[in-house]
């Protein structure tokens, strides 16, 4: 039995052995080529984000510390009506952009799904996704020179259809500056939603299709009985997407009011940029930074949460 069971061990042994370099390759290649995204992540995003909760408890002016203040800087914060506004302004125009952006982008992916043909998908895709490669700023000065009240192209276009007493300064206008802002890219076909879109619904089985057409399901029906269903998951994924990237919005502020009239579109994201580099208070900055953080994981985990409490499309 022994000299059993040292044949097996001698074997094994010989097994290793003779393993190929391609055992190893296979097994660490992955790990490699992974490292400088993970070495990224750590640099550029974990340590300053950790930092950031130790310098939100701090009197720091971006250099050194001058004392340690404890949770003094989010007492400031929150007495701060600045802030407070912010806070209110963020949860609209966030909610304003989150259900527009969606729903044209839903719209528009369930346009191209309806042609047959693939070369007029390809093209309508082309269409929706081009404006991706304009930067972000561009589009902002674009739409500082529409809302202009003077000369401007919306001003001008009410004026020349014989409602120029809507006209006004959109952008001057406590009453229509958020809005306004909020109404940016207009008519809203966000590049990555869209892409998304179609990707899921091209990707539903095509007997699901065939069921509905069999069970004369009109077009209306199979997007609300077939359709939102099995796009939950891209759904709540571009949600989240977009909650988070309007919780850090300053792109706006930056171009085309600088958070005025008054208050009226300060989001915490300015807040965080004039503490930092018009007034030095990087403490101040970056506890606004924190709770920023809060509210979106906050946010992304009760939506995760709510994507996969009950789906079917995943195990229990």
């Given at each position: 039995?022994?000299?059993?069971?040292?044949?097996?061990?001698?074997?094994?042994?010989?097994?290793?052995?003779?393993?190929?370099?391609?055992?190893?390759?296979?097994?660490?290649?992955?790990?490699?080529?992974?490292?400088p995204?993970?070495?990224?992540?750590?640099?550029?995003?974990?340590?300053?984000?950790?930092?950031?909760?130790?310098?939100?408890?701090?009197?720091?002016?971006?250099?050194?510390?001058?004392?340690?203040?404890?949770?003094?800087?989010?007492?400031?914060?929150?007495?701060?009506?600045?802030?407070?506004?912010?806070?209110?302004?963020?949860?609209?125009?966030?909610s304003?952009?989150?259900?527009?952006?969606?729903?044209?982008?839903?719209?528009?992916?369930?346009?191209?799904?309806?042609?047959?043909?693939?070369?007029?998908?390809?093209?309508?895709?082309?269409?929706?996704?081009?404006?991706?490669?304009?930067?972000?700023?561009?589009?902002?000065?674009?739409?500082?020179?529409?809302?202009?009240?003077q000369?401007?192209?919306?001003?001008?276009?009410?004026?020349?259809?014989?409602?120029?007493?809507?006209?006004?300064?959109?952008?001057?206008?406590?009453?229509t500056?958020?809005?306004?802002?909020?109404?940016?890219?207009?008519?809203?076909?966000?590049?990555?939603?869209?892409?998304?879109?179609?990707?899921?619904?091209?990707?539903?089985?095509?007997?699901?299709?065939?069921a509905?057409?069999?069970?004369?399901?009109?077009?209306?029906?199979?997007?609300?009985?077939?359709?939102?269903?099995?796009?939950?998951?891209?759904?709540?994924?571009?949600?989240?997407?977009?909650?988070?990237s309007?919780?850090?919005?300053?792109?706006?502020?930056?171009?085309?009011?600088?958070?005025?009239?008054?208050?009226?579109?300060?989001?915490?994201?300015?807040?965080?940029?004039?503490?930092?580099?018009?007034?030095?208070?990087?403490?101040?900055?970056?506890?606004?930074?924190?709770?920023?953080?809060f509210?979106?994981?906050?946010?992304?985990?009760?939506?995760?949460?709510?994507?996969?409490?009950?789906?079917?499309?995943?195990?229990q």
């Open positions: 039995m022994s000299s059993m069971s040292g044949s097996v061990e001698t074997s094994r042994r010989r097994t290793r052995e003779r393993r190929s370099a391609g055992y190893y390759v296979n097994k660490y290649l992955p790990w490699i080529l992974l490292a995204v993970l070495v990224h992540l750590v640099i550029f995003r974990y340590i300053p984000t950790f930092s950031a909760f130790f310098y939100s408890l701090t009197d720091w002016d971006g250099i050194r510390i001058r004392r340690f203040l404890g949770l003094r800087n989010f007492e400031d914060l929150f007495a701060d009506y600045v802030f407070l506004d912010g806070l209110r302004n963020m949860a609209i125009y966030t304003l952009r989150v259900v527009l952006l969606i729903a044209f982008a839903f719209l528009a992916a369930e346009f191209v799904i309806s042609f047959r043909s693939a070369a007029v998908r390809t093209f309508w895709k082309i269409v929706f996704v081009v404006p991706m490669v304009v930067p972000i700023s561009v589009t902002y000065l674009l739409w500082g020179f529409i809302f202009a009240p000369n401007g192209m919306l001003n001008s276009l009410l004026q020349a259809i014989g409602l120029a007493e809507m006209a006004r300064p959109w952008l001057g206008s406590s009453a500056a958020l809005y306004s802002i909020a109404f940016v890219q207009f008519p809203f076909i966000s590049g990555l939603a869209f892409l998304v879109f179609v990707s899921a619904l091209e990707g539903i089985p095509r007997d699901v299709m065939d509905c057409e069999i069970e004369g399901c009109g077009r209306i029906r199979r997007v609300f009985a077939v359709d939102i269903p099995m796009l939950r998951g891209s759904l709540i994924f571009i949600a989240v997407l977009l909650v988070l309007g919780i850090q919005a300053v792109e706006p502020q930056l171009i085309l009011t600088k958070g005025g009239p008054g208050t009226a579109t300060e989001t915490p994201g300015w807040y965080v940029y004039r503490a930092a580099f018009q007034y030095g208070d990087f403490g101040l900055a970056a506890a606004a930074g924190v709770v920023m953080v509210v979106g994981l906050v946010f992304s985990y009760y939506t995760v949460r709510a994507r996969y409490k009950g789906a079917y499309d995943v195990g």
